[in-house]
């Protein structure tokens, strides 16, 4: 563990929307091939720490530090974006191209990759979501499970160093939300650095190297699945984890 | 009264010929104004503050003059700022496509707004530029659903383009005219004028209707 890179190091990290302050100053850091679960009450600010992490959300202050990149805005969000896959909750897939086409367009537009290699790579990553018979099809052909699953194939598709999660199972129905899991346990057990937002708490405990409590714009308590899960320390932790176990 | 219907046979050929001008000057009106107005529908959301300023001035301004006096301004007024004539073809395509742009901004600004901002994040999370975000996810998509309204604006230049025949432009309405001032046959021309306009925009709302279709089904 202690050989291992650190990819993403935020510090003090802060963002308001107008008047409301979300992020009260996150320090961070996450080690390569690490599993990071983030958990909390709805409006802590856990999709937004993760959405500030490719700069979907701008931070007011703070940096963040992704493989030895500082993030400055503009300037070069784009190099970092190439190299984070990020999943959604509503997928945002697109609607007016076939499943293969949504996979190839962003290797072949910013990765340069020609159409052959392009699509050899998308079969690939469709087989292994267990979607490959989906290729030709609509993203609106498919359920909610496999729109999802269809999602991680496309993120993973630009070769990311660290995929992002955004509540990836909560627009799903119960029955597809284990296929979705599945796909990312997988994706933890080959090595890829993952940073989760989730309420999926058997998902945490089993995968999670590190789970992490955010509530009213802060880390409240970190640690292994154990630690947080078993013997939580920070009261509102407590709380929290008694009404959802 | 009479209706002479011989007349209006007569006229006819020197009509169609009018109308394929009016034909011409509103497609070109609608190509250019659709250049137009993708431009400054980008413009008015980016984050630049002037430029935005520039493009509401632009459709403020259009919106709120009526198109003749735009044809009045380009064909008279600018001759004189310029120091030379304006060539009327080259007077009506511009005043029209301009014209026509401030609207076709509005009606790209609302198709464009109306898709789900979590395209354009799937787009930008994936590490495309804005403008490949846009143009290969958003703008096809908006185009989709603005099409109706497309089609409204095409049907609208068909018939505002009567107004260029003040400047002498001899579009269909001003072929009528001047066929009158011969004849003194004012309802039979105009009649006839009024259905080949009729026929023009029902074919386009057709087209229009089809077009919507064969989107639809995809």
Redesign the interface.
């Known amino acids: 563990m202690t050989t291992r890179q650190d990819i993403i190091k935020i510090t003090g990290l802060q963002k308001s929307f107008g008047d409301l302050h979300v992020l009260k100053g996150i320090d961070l850091c996450i080690k390569e091939k690490e599993v990071v679960v983030i958990i909390g009450p709805s409006g802590s600010g856990k999709s937004t720490l993760l959405r500030c992490i490719n700069y979907l959300e701008e931070p007011t202050g703070g940096e963040i530090v992704f493989d030895n990149i500082p993030l400055n805005g503009e300037a070069n969000i784009n190099e970092v974006r190439k190299e984070v896959g990020m999943v959604f909750q509503r997928f945002n897939l697109f609607p007016h191209m076939t499943v293969l086409e949504n996979l190839v367009l962003a290797p072949m537009k910013v990765r340069k990759v020609s159409r052959k290699d392009a699509e050899e790579l998308a079969r690939m990553y469709l087989q292994k979501v267990g979607l490959a018979e989906k290729a030709d099809n609509y993203p609106d052909q498919l359920s909610g499970g496999q729109q999802q699953r269809v999602a991680i194939a496309r993120a993973l598709c630009m070769k990311p160093k660290a995929m992002l999660f955004d509540e990836p199972t909560s627009a799903l129905d119960p029955e597809m939300i284990n296929e979705v899991l599945e796909v990312m346990k997988q994706l933890a057990k080959e090595g890829m650095t993952m940073v989760v937002v989730t309420h999926e708490m058997g998902f945490a405990k089993e995968v999670g190297d590190r789970v992490l409590f955010v509530d009213g714009g802060y880390i409240v308590e970190e640690g292994t699945p154990e630690q947080v899960f078993d013997h939580p320390q920070n009261p509102r932790t407590q709380s929290f984890l008694s009404k959802i176990l | 009264m009479d209706v002479n219907f011989e007349l209006m046979q007569s006229a006819f050929p020197l009509l169609i010929a009018g109308a394929c001008i009016t034909v011409e000057i509103t497609a070109l009106t609608v190509f250019f104004g659709m250049i137009i107005g993708i431009c400054v529908s980008l413009i008015r959301m980016s984050d630049f503050k002037l430029l935005r300023w520039m493009g509401n001035v632009y459709v403020d301004f259009i919106r709120g003059t009526p198109l003749l006096i735009q044809i009045f301004l380009v064909y008279f007024a600018l001759p004189s700022i310029i120091g030379h004539r304006v060539d009327a073809y080259f007077a009506a395509i511009s005043a029209c496509s301009i014209n026509s742009g401030a609207y076709m901004a509005e009606v790209f600004r609302g198709g464009i707004q109306s898709i ?1 901002i ?2 354009m ?9 804005w403008w ?1 975000t846009m143009r ?2 958003i703008l ?2 908006a185009f ?1 659903r603005i099409i109706p309204p497309l089609g409204n604006e095409f049907i609208a230049m068909l018939k505002d383009s009567s107004l260029v025949s003040v400047i002498g432009f001899e579009e269909l309405t001003r072929r009528g005219q001047l066929i009158i001032a011969r004849t003194y046959a004012s309802f039979e021309i105009w009649m006839a004028v009024a259905i080949i306009y009729l026929i023009l925009t029902f074919t386009v709302a057709r087209l229009t209707g089809l077009l919507e279709r064969k989107f639809e089904t ?1």
């Open positions: 789900d979590g395209q994040e799937a787009g930008r999370s994936l590490g495309m530029t490949q290969y996810i096809p998509q989709k995809k």
